[in-house]
T-cell receptor, first 114, second 112 residues
């Protein structure tokens, strides 16, 4: 069964360092997303991406964050200068088309900022 | 602004019981609702998607219902098993967008 894959599963970094989280969405899906979940809190939307551009972003997704689809398969989330409060589980998700079908999530990348 | 609430926050039951998990949302103008399962430290697994035109969806021992007008959905789990132990999340689109708004979840423990 097709699945969304994410790497790394866990990354530990020092405050101020840049981090790139990688995702391979399901191949025929058109919309891609990043969500995050701080320990013990709700899953929160960060950004949606379609046709090589951001279609929507949340207040959390400030100038420190960026997304990119560098090739036909990968979808990345970059945090330029990490803060302690960026420590969270980051989930990539994809859907075949907006409003159609289920949203499929990856297993997540746990980011720990020290 | 869409808000999603799930009750109860936690539930502990013996194996074999039938369960009802509740989800309520404040803005009834949704086009679908999705239920997910999350195991500790893991990703979200989609369980059921209900379109706004539907009232129910079933998958195995799971049945989800949707009442848009009252802003409610329930997830019914029949004959619960220890393997059902997980956190169950419901999510709805936030306004006229495709981003999902999640509830805080119901943490379910089924003991043998």
């Amino acid at each position: 069964e097709p699945e969304v894959t994410q790497t790394p599963s866990h990354q530990v970094t020092q405050m101020g360092q840049e981090v790139i989280l990688r995702c391979v969405p399901i191949s025929n899906h058109l919309y891609f997303y990043w969500y995050r979940q701080i320990l013990g809190q709700k899953v929160e939307f960060l950004v949606s991406f379609y046709n090589n551009e951001i279609s929507e972003k949340s207040e959390i997704f400030d100038d420190q964050f960026s997304v990119e689809r560098p090739d036909g398969s990968n979808f990345t989330l970059k945090i330029r200068s990490t803060k302690l409060e960026d420590s969270a589980m980051y989930f990539c998700a994809s859907i075949v088309d907006r409003g159609l079908g289920e949203l499929f999530f990856g297993e997540g990348s746990r980011l720990t900022v020290l | 602004k869409q808000e999603v609430t799930q009750i109860p926050a936690a539930l502990s039951v013996p194996e074999g019981e039938n369960l009802v998990l509740n989800c309520s949302f404040t803005d009834s103008a949704i086009y679908n609702l999705q239920w997910f399962r999350q195991d500790p430290g893991k990703g979200l697994t989609s369980l059921l998607l209900i379109q706004s035109s539907q009232r129910e969806q079933t998958s195995g021992r799971l049945n989800a219902s949707l009442d848009k007008s009252s802003g409610r959905s329930t997830l019914y789990i029949a004959a619960s098993q220890p393997g059902d132990s997980a956190t169950y999340l419901c999510a709805v689109p936030g306004g006229n967008t495709d981003k999902l708004i999640f509830g805080t979840g119901t943490r379910l423990q089924v003991f043998p």
